[in-house]
């Protein structure tokens, strides 16, 4: 039983990838979410140091409360852990393009990120004054996601099956939603996305949470 340490549903887009990383692959888990920001938050990130980002996940195994960080770090240990559960392709070519358009997203898209941050509260509408480098960064990742599904066969970007890489990209499918944001073909695979069963959890559980974070509005 593994234990994953959330934070607010609505606007924690690498919570998000870390909770699907387990619930999208059935395994067996409970969720810890916490208050971002709270004063309980600071003591928690104390108490789980050195690691101090949200998601966190743990397990206890020999005694001990085995502990890791950063979610391309919990998508191979959990890969590693449960080679069969379809974390990454089975196909090593359709392996290597889910791991680089996941490491992709893992390590770029500044301008995406900072000003489009995940809100799923947020009424779909375009930025009033988008930054630049916005329009390259959907570009690049529209280009993504059509050679990923050409390269494996889709309709995933590992091929036949939901993958990490798709886990990779959830929070930016919403965040193309809520900035009505698009490149060519990226409708289709952002649907698809958002219609997964866990996906559609994860949307409950959110709308569920009364609590709003002004931080995260944009005009
Ligand atoms: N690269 C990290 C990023 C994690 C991250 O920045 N998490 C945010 C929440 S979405 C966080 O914990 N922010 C609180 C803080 O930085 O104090 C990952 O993949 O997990």
């Known amino acids: ?3 994953i340490v959330t934070g607010d549903k609505a606007y924690s887009s690498w919570s998000l990838r870390g909770w699907l990383l387990l619930a999208a692959f059935d395994l067996p888990f409970e969720d810890m979410p ?6 309980a938050f600071e003591v928690l990130k104390a108490e789980k140091a050195p690691a101090r980002t949200l998601p966190i996940l743990e397990w206890e195994e020999d005694g001990t409360t085995k502990r890791v960080w950063d979610t391309m770090a919990i998508a191979e240990t ?3 852990r449960h080679p069969g559960a379809g974390i990454w392709p089975d196909d090593p070519d359709h392996r290597a393009v889910a ?13 995406l990120r900072g000003a489009c941050p995940m809100n799923l509260h947020r009424a779909p509408a375009p930025l009033e004054a988008p930054p ?10 529209a280009a993504l996601w059509s050679w990923a599904v050409a390269q494996t066969g889709g309709p995933w970007l590992g091929g ?7 886990v990779f990209y959830a929070p ?9 944001l698009s490149g060519p073909g990226t409708g289709a695979y952002i649907a698809r996305l ?25 005009e």
Do not use: C, N, T
């Not at 930016?172 to 009505?180: D, G, H, I, K, S």
């Open 78 to 80: 959990l890969h590693e």
């Open 160 to 166: 036949a099956a939901f993958s990490a890489a798709d």
């Open 194 to 218: 958002l219609e997964h069963s866990a996906v559609q959890q994860w949307i409950a559980l959110a709308m569920a949470d009364p609590r709003r974070l002004s931080l995260y509005d944009r």
């Open 132 to 141: 630049e480098g916005l329009d390259a960064d959907v570009a690049r990742i």
């Open 1 to 3: 039983m593994y234990r």
């Open 34 to 39: 916490v208050r971002m920001y709270d004063p």
């Open 172 to 180: 930016v499918a919403f965040r193309f939603q809520e900035y009505a």
């Open 99 to 111: 791991r680089s358009v996941a490491a992709e997203m893992h390590s770029s898209f500044a301008a």
